[in-house]
């Protein structure tokens, strides 16, 4: 299957939108019906969601018995399910990468129209290890991947556009460039009035650093050994508060559940 990941918002539903133009066979609802309606305008095209956007494609949740079958099908998988994805189910991955202030601030205007709430990470932090994961999973399985940054997508949609027909070597991107509009990005002039992370003052400097060098490092291409030892390291001091926000969480919902 063509795997379609990345974080939350940043640009997977696009990706979707132009594989579908293309002629690929997409998976996955464009708008489902359990969401509420007012969530229909943060992604006019649709979302084509489903049950793999999390869980991954594998022998427990697909029906596919060959890969034959998906050889030409998208999905989007965010990159925990990218992770529990089986490696025979991969053909390529796309995977879309944003400027990480630009993430978080279109996050959270989703999370205004969400039943989901607001993020229970603080900000940067689902960015992190998102990206964090991929990496590890790329360096470990090696599928074909071609990286596509999203704010480079919106100026240079023929530029991407070749670049993944190159990738593929099929499909009709002279179509699917025509779902590419600059006006996409609703929340790039607010960011770039901010001058810098200040956007987002609970943000560390220095894990600010960190996330400038992420974001560079994925849509380059670029990971050298010292970048990997500096993300590593940042993981671990992360973990535990993120640990932590996990335990609160869960006895929450139980506490919840139990009323």
């Known amino acids: 299957m063509i795997i379609v990941t990345g974080h939350k918002r ?3 539903s696009l990706m979707m939108q132009m594989l ?3 002629g690929f066979i997409t998976i996955g609802e464009k708008f489902p019906e359990a969401w509420d309606k007012k969530m229909y305008g943060k992604n006019k095209e ?3 969601e489903s049950k793999f956007i999390d869980q991954g494609v594998n022998n427990s949740t697909s029906p596919f018995t060959h890969r034959d079958d998906t050889e030409l099908s998208a999905v989007k998988v965010f990159t925990p399910g990218l992770l529990k994805t089986d490696f025979h189910y991969i053909t390529k991955v796309i995977v879309m990468v944003r400027d990480w202030r630009e993430q ?3 996050l959270k205007k989703l999370y205004k129209v969400s039943s ?3 993020n229970k990470y603080p900000d940067g932090y689902e960015y992190f290890f998102a990206y964090k994961n991929f990496l590890d999973d790329f360096l470990k399985r090696g599928y074909e991947t071609c990286i596509i940054d999203y704010n480079d997508l919106l100026q240079n949609p023929e530029e991407n556009c070749e ?3 190159s990738f593929f070597g099929v499909g009709r991107w002279d179509l699917a460039k025509n779902q590419v509009k600059d006006k996409l990005n609703t929340v790039k002039d607010k960011v770039a009035k901010s001058g810098n992370h200040k956007l987002n003052p609970d943000v560390e400097d220095s894990f600010a650093e960190m996330l400038d060098k992420l974001y560079n490092a994925i849509k380059s291409g670029t990971i050298d050994e010292p970048m990997q030892e500096q993300i590593l390291a940042w993981a671990q001091s992360l973990k535990p508060t993120v640990d932590k926000i996990n335990e609160e ?3 929450k919902k139980l506490a919840e559940s139990a009323k």
Request: hydrophobic letters at 35%.
């Open 10 to 12: 940043s640009g997977t």
């Open 20 to 22: 579908d133009k293309a």
């Open 46 to 48: 649709g979302f084509f």
């Open 104 to 106: 978080v601030e279109s």
């Open 116 to 118: 989901d709430g607001v």
């Open 163 to 165: 670049r993944l027909k």
């Open 249 to 251: 969480y869960t006895a």
